[in-house]
């Protein structure tokens, strides 16, 4: 069963990858430098991230218990 759903999680994220293909551009606000991503490849990043801090969270607070 999971391995459906891991299947299905993919599909989505290829068809979202295709239907934003434009870039945008990000900068750090003292630094003039910029730099431009894809939109896809920044809002798999940010939720990857996302993820990530939340299950450190998880452990975490299971091993304060």
């Known amino acids: 069963f999971s391995k459906?759903?891991?299947?299905?999680?993919?599909?989505?994220v290829v068809l979202f990858s295709f239907s934003n293909?434009?870039?945008v551009s990000l900068g750090i606000?003292?630094?003039n430098d910029r730099v431009e991503v894809p939109i896809y490849f920044l809002i798999i990043f940010i939720f990857t991230i996302g993820f990530f801090i939340g299950s450190l969270?998880?452990?975490?607070?299971?091993?304060?218990h």
Do not use: A, Q, T, V
């Open 4 to 12: 459906f759903i891991i299947l299905f999680c993919f599909i989505i």
């Open 21 to 23: 293909p434009g870039n």
């Open 29 to 31: 606000w003292p630094l």
């Open 57 to 64: 969270y998880r452990i975490f607070k299971r091993l304060s």
